[in-house]
C-alpha cells in the first residue's frame, strides 16, 4: 500500500504536470523539450519530496533550468505543440465553438512566442498564478522589473492581438 507521502506526490503530479509543461512551452521550450524536463525534474522533486516547502515553484525552476542545459537552438513555436502543452477544460459549448475557443487559446500562446525570453518567462509564472512580488523573488530580479516587463508584454500582445483580428477581418 502506497504510503501517505507516496499519496501526496502522486496527486501533485497529476495536478500539476500539465501546468508545468504549459510553463515551459510558453517559455520557449519545445514540447519534447518540456516533457523531457518536466519529467527530470518530477523525478528529483520526488527524491526531495519532504524537503521541499513549495514543490510547484521549485519544480517549475528545476524543469526550467534542465531545459534550458538541454537547448541547443532556438526554439520554433509550433501550434501543435503548443496545444499539446495546453491544458484545456472541456465545457458544454458546441464542438464548433469549442474548436474556435481552442484556436483563440492557441493563437494568443502563439503570440506570446513573439515576446522576449524574460517576459515570456514572466507571462508563464503570472499564467500560473503568481503575482509579480513572488515572481521577483523567484527569478531573482526586482518587482519593479517584473511589473514594468508584465506591462510592456500585455501592451504588446494586446497589439498583436488586434493586429491578428484585423488581418483575419480583412481576409474573410
Given at each position: 500500500m502506497p504510503s501517505a507521502h507516496e499519496d501526496e506526490f502522486d496527486a501533485f503530479f497529476r495536478q500539476e504536470i500539465s501546468l508545468?509543461?504549459?510553463h515551459l512551452v510558453v517559455q520557449g521550450f519545445g514540447l519534447q523539450a518540456a516533457k523531457d524536463?518536466?519529467?527530470e525534474a518530477m523525478i528529483e522533486l520526488h527524491e526531495q519530496w519532504s524537503s521541499v516547502r513549495?514543490?510547484?515553484a521549485w519544480v517549475r525552476i528545476a524543469a526550467r533550468r534542465r531545459a534550458l542545459r538541454r537547448r541547443e537552438q532556438e526554439v520554433r513555436h509550433d501550434a501543435v505543440a503548443l496545444a499539446a502543452a495546453t491544458h484545456l477544460d472541456i465545457d458544454l459549448r458546441t464542438p464548433e465553438e469549442e474548436v474556435a475557443r481552442k484556436q483563440e487559446h492557441q493563437d494568443a500562446l502563439g503570440?506570446?512566442?513573439t515576446l522576449p525570453p524574460v517576459q515570456r518567462q514572466i507571462m508563464a509564472w503570472t499564467w500560473d498564478g503568481d503575482k509579480p512580488t513572488?515572481?521577483?523573488l523567484r527569478l531573482g530580479i526586482p518587482a519593479d522589473t517584473v511589473r514594468s516587463n508584465l506591462r510592456h508584454a500585455r501592451n504588446r500582445l494586446k497589439q498583436l492581438w488586434?493586429?491578428?483580428r484585423e488581418e483575419e477581418s480583412n481576409d474573410g
Open positions: 508545468l509543461l504549459r524536463a518536466a519529467q513549495n514543490p510547484a503570440l506570446v512566442g513572488e515572481i521577483a488586434a493586429e491578428s
